[in-house]
């Protein structure tokens, strides 16, 4: 059971009662699981509590029919897996039927390969039923390909399905910029893509479509940027990761956005043919955001 203060806690994040909930869906991230203890263990003030308890003690309060639980891929390996154990031993106990799998973006629909670990709970023991895909793209993978369930976890790719949407699939019909630019209208010398018209709907007015203010400097590294760090001239940058200071792919999905995605030096985020990082909008597409979306911290909402 829960604290008389964790009770007040989750009853003033909603009006709901548990009754009226049907799904809790989260993210907790697992910086602190490394020192994970038995589901209640760890008292309120201490350090190494996690969120990933407090997202259990909701689905505890709320007692939903379903939850979703997603995370990063490295999370099935994790102290040897005992921390994606310890998670479903917390479900388990709390009366939930719980199976995860290895899920890509890329093959739902996302111009964007994002794999992630989607856990599914269902109260009681009806069994679980995870979405088939619909695009088809096989490229390299980030799960830990000695892992002993991983021909189960991911799902059976067909490649008659059609292909992955790219990244000119989802922000070719932006307008062009230059460094610290603001676009605010759609082009209209070219036809949308059905992902395109998608995400525009019914918007008018274009937000969020403005390019960083590039130094001098950093100009002429994007004016030099390739498909990855080699294309620099010697000695242009002094650090970096083999990614840094790249063109993102046209033609294919993009790599997973990261938090810093409107700065070059950040993971593969220079526009193909522009010279100038990715603007928050075309970050927001390629995350399927509707472009009528409201975000208030852009860039972080964006990525995360």
């Known amino acids: 059971m829960y604290s008389r203060a964790e009770y007040n806690t989750f009853s003033k994040i909603t009006e709901l009662a548990p009754s009226d909930v049907d799904v809790v869906i989260g993210s907790p991230p697992c910086q602190g699981f490394s020192s994970i203890r038995p589901f209640r263990s760890l008292t309120v003030d201490d350090p190494r509590n996690t969120l990933f308890e407090s997202f259990a003690l909701l689905v505890e309060f709320y007692q939903p029919r379903f939850f979703v639980l997603e995370n990063v891929v490295g999370l099935i390996t994790h102290q040897q897996g005992k921390t ?22 890329v093959n739902y629909g996302l111009p964007q390969k994002r794999e992630r670990v989607i856990m599914i709970g269902r109260r009681g023991i009806s069994s679980i039923v995870f979405p088939q895909p619909t695009h088809f793209f096989e490229g ?7 892992h002993p369930k991983l021909i189960r976890t991911y799902p059976l790719l067909d490649n008659k399905l059609p292909p992955a949407i790219s990244v000119m ?21 070219i036809s949308p893509t059905p992902f395109e ?46 990614t840094s200071y790249s063109r993102i792919e046209p033609n294919e999905p993009s790599v997973t956005l990261t938090v810093n995605f409107v700065h070059p030096a950040s993971n593969k985020c220079i526009h193909p043919y522009q010279d100038r990082a990715l603007t928050p909008r075309e970050g927001a597409r390629l995350q399927g955001f509707d472009d009528d979306s409201v975000m208030s911290e852009k860039r972080i909402k964006i990525s995360s």
């Open 84 to 105: 994606l154990q310890q998670m479903i031993d917390t479900f388990e106990t709390l009366g939930y039927q719980t199976d995860w799998r290895i899920m890509n973006a």
């Open 140 to 146: 390299r993978s980030m799960a830990p390909l000695n």
């Open 169 to 189: 699939d989802a922000i070719h019909d932006l307008p062009k910029l230059k460094s610290g630019e603001d676009g605010k209208q759609y082009r209209t010398d």
């Open 197 to 242: 018209r998608a995400r525009r709907k019914n918007t008018q007015k274009l937000t969020l479509h403005k390019s960083t203010a590039h130094s001098p400097k950093m100009l002429e590294i994007i004016k030099h940027a390739g498909s990855n760090i080699t294309a620099l001239p010697p000695g242009m940058v002094e650090s970096g990761f083999s």
